[in-house]
């Protein structure tokens, strides 16, 4: 089992639909979870990061964390052609009693939003 | 502004030779990582540092040193040991608990 693992892709979904984007993660310690957006040939940009079970809402950005299932989800509202991009879900292992703690990365999503 | 600069952006390397590729941030950051990605991959940690003069070996360290001789500088050498190195490598840094900042990543290429 990978350490962390994405629904496989690539995602289609209409301008306007919600996009919504799966991770789970094999280490029940996991503190802390990062999605990035990758566009083709470019490096990660931080879109969101969750600590708390529940919901974060950022915008059109809506993450959700469930420690006891090992669940972390991306929902995208309303999406737009520039949503189109590789998503990654990233996992901090290593809490240790500091704020540094290395990512682990899921292989990644490739969203298409067509007009 | 505050970032971390990668260079070169695209580099190319001989059957044997060793070639290194820079990071520096100037973020004030603590800890930086080097990762590896390949086509339709995620992310693979190589090394990572937390502080000056230390450093650890992440996932795939094969083939692959590092240097923290400076908190801004962390330095990737790719070896002729590593023998699959066509990849796009990305430097990282972070202070807290708010993800990593990224460089805009170097594209190394085997000829």
């Known amino acids: 089992q990978k350490e962390v693992e994405q629904n496989s892709g690539p995602l289609s979904v209409p301008e306007g639909a919600i996009a919504s984007l799966n991770c789970t993660y094999s280490?029940?310690?996991?503190?802390?979870f990062f999605w990035y957006r990758q566009y083709s040939g470019k490096s990660p940009e931080l879109i969101m990061f969750?600590?708390?079970?529940g919901d974060k809402e950022d915008g059109r950005f809506t993450a959700q964390l469930n420690k006891a299932s090992q669940y972390v989800s991306l929902l995208i509202r309303d999406s737009q052609p520039s949503d189109s991009a590789t998503y990654l879900c990233?996992?901090?292992?290593?809490?240790?009693?500091?704020?540094?703690?290395?990512?682990?990365f899921g292989q990644g999503t490739i969203l298409t939003v067509h007009p | 502004d505050g970032g971390i600069t990668q260079s070169p952006k695209y580099l190319f390397r001989k059957e044997g030779q060793n070639v290194t590729l820079s990071c520096e941030q100037n973020?004030?950051?603590?800890?930086m990582y080097w990762y590896r990605q390949d086509p339709g991959q995620g992310l693979r940690l190589i090394y990572y540092s937390q502080i000056v003069n230390d450093f650890q070996k992440g996932d795939i360290a094969e083939g692959y040193s590092v240097s923290r001789e400076k908190k801004e500088s962390f330095p990737l050498t790719v070896t002729s040991a590593q023998k699959n190195p066509t990849a796009f490598y990305l430097c990282?840094?972070?202070?807290?608990?708010?993800?990593?900042?990224f460089g805009s990543g170097t594209r190394l290429t085997v000829v």
């Open positions: 280490d029940r310690g996991s503190q802390s």
């Open positions: 990282a840094s972070n202070q807290g608990i708010y993800g990593y900042t």
């Open positions: 969750i600590y708390s079970n």
């Open positions: 973020l004030n950051h603590d800890a």
């Open positions: 990233a996992v901090n292992r290593d809490a240790g009693g500091t704020s540094y703690g290395k990512l682990t």
